[in-house]
């Protein structure tokens, strides 16, 4: 099945609602969609394959749009399996149609299928275009939007900006769901660690007269861009987008749980306009991830392990080291039997990180929760909301 996007532009991508773990990591309890496009004019392009799992019902969905005519190219905006999954199916297919990459592109696409697919395959840089008659598409390079060889293209005929993975989601498209939440996971556990990268993506987007997006993600966005390009904005300049205090959790036997509970019920006492409690051995830690950049303040409250940090924790700052956390407010909470070590863990990532205000003191339980620890949790309440 396709649909239309404008007279000339067809939607020929893929719900998935199979997969377990996106990218082999990340839970997607509404699925994937895995987007792609034709424009059909007096040269046909297609616009990405999709993923391997899900390339019968898109070569339906193509042939639908096609009717028995061959396309004449197959743009390549980025080679990440879920989107570069199904090229070799389509040569086989469609043997005389050629391909159009990034010279990067070109030069890694053999190690996904084989030196014979360069045949027939254009390597574009920056600026360059391509003619299909009334619509001219014209690529504008995106290194390390998240991989290096990305492009996005435009179209200058109906003002379409093919993003490629920029402004996608997790979820498949008929999900009955928010975009900012899932889009903002999504940013932040695949792309965020590229802030730099997205920042100088936007600044030439900016040059261009954009009036639909179309991610290889998510759904087409064709209404109040100038929404998504703000969270876009504040997503990648590493900007808290909300005033809020998200406490992550480890705990062992559910003391220093309790006590984060017991945090957070100061802090919103104390006036802070949100406070979240996640727990990083149950809860879905990308979702934590997701947190712990929107808000601009975070509580790590964690048990002491091995001489350590309870490996959640650990598990945990090595994700926001590697995302590139930085520009936050934080607090510590360590909690030990006899000798705590947690908060000198915690504190030996966290220091590797940019910009990171730690409030001192630590607060340190023995065991259980105690009157001291509630006089402590005051103190550094307010310190944290100040
Ligand atoms: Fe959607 Fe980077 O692949």
Partial sequence: MYTKITDTIYYIGVNDHDIDLFEGQYVVPNGMAYNSYVIKDEKTAVMDTVDIRKSEEWLANLDEVLQGKAPDYLVVTHLEPDHAGSIKIFRDKYPDTALV??????SMIPQFFGDEIVTNCRGVVEGETLELGAHTLTFVTAPMVHWPEVMVAYDNRDKVLFAADAFGKFGALDAQEDWTCEARRYYFNIVGKYGAQVQALLKKAADLDIQIICPLHGPILSENLGFYIDKY????????EDDGVLIAVASI???TMKAAKKLAEILTEKGAKKVVVTDLARDDMAEALEDAFRYDKVV?????YDGGVFPFMEEFLHHLKAKNYQKRKVALVENGSW??????TMKAIIEQMKEIEIIEPVVTIKSTMKDDTIESFEVLADSLLK
């Fill in 253 to 255: 036997y559910g003391n």
């Fill in 101 to 106: 990459m990034t010279m990067k592109a070109k």
């Fill in 233 to 240: 904005n504040t997503w990648s300049s590493y900007t808290p």
């Fill in 339 to 344: 000798g705590p070590t947690a908060a000198k």
């Fill in 300 to 304: 790590f409250a964690a048990s002491s």
